[in-house]
């Protein structure tokens, strides 16, 4: 049984985003970035939402050949393993109605599933074999996930800043399991891992 894997940043004061989604008040540092790298290792799957697939579908494939550049942790060693892992990974992605462009980097690697058919499809996933399912950012699609019990694993990296306001990271009550409190070596994040209960 596949399991289904979130990743997410977030404050120390439980945001997602800045005022107007701005994701560049989280600490995206190089232990951030390690931390989901291993994730990808071991991913057979990455499940994502429609803006964070344009988003990141314009910005992945530019680093994966790119030449490393130790002035710019975008170009990092790490960032471009993580990249031509995700070029390669089969991806799911959830929309009502949106097309892959032909000409998007991701094209050949992308299977679109509306939401009337994710349960489905996720049930299909989870029971055959392979790596983990992974979600990285996507917040509104996991919120979701975790209220319908689709989540077994959310790994939460949580920096050392509290914002005051923001996009929240959860959009509604949930119960969790912690699994682990772990700082992040070479690094002010702590990696936060809980278990959604249930049953109860």
């Known amino acids: ?3 289904l894997i979130v990743s997410n940043a977030i404050t120390l004061d439980g945001f997602f985003a800045g005022s107007g989604g701005n ?3 989280l600490n995206l540092d190089a232990g951030f970035d390690a931390h989901n790298l291993d994730l990808m290792r071991g991913a057979g799957t990455v499940l994502l939402g429609r803006k964070s697939f344009e988003l990141f579908s314009s910005f992945w494939p ?3 050949d790119a030449p490393e550049d130790p002035s710019n942790p975008a170009l ?3 960032n471009r393993e993580f990249s031509r ?3 390669d990974v089969p991806k799911i992605m959830v929309s009502d109605g949106f097309v892959v462009p032909a000409d998007n980097p991701w094209h050949g690697t ?4 509306g939401r009337a058919g994710l349960a489905a499809t996720l049930a299909e996933e989870k029971a055959s074999d392979g790596g983990d399912i992974v979600v990285f950012a996507s917040a509104t699609l996991w919120n979701g996930l975790l209220a319908e019990g689709a989540v077994d694993r959310l790994d939460l990296i949580m920096g050392p800043d509290a914002i005051g306001e923001g996009v929240p990271a959860f959009r509604a009550p949930a119960r969790l399991r912690p699994l682990g409190a772990t700082p992040i070596p070479g690094s002010s994040n702590v990696l936060l ?4 209960v249930r049953g109860e």
Do not use: E, F, G
């Open 85 to 87: 892992l995700y070029r």
């Open 62 to 64: 530019l680093i994966a």
């Open 23 to 25: 994701p560049l008040v």
């Open 1 to 3: 049984m596949r399991s």
């Open 110 to 113: 992308t299977k679109v599933v």
């Open 193 to 196: 891992q809980y278990a959604p």
């Open 76 to 78: 990092s060693a790490v």
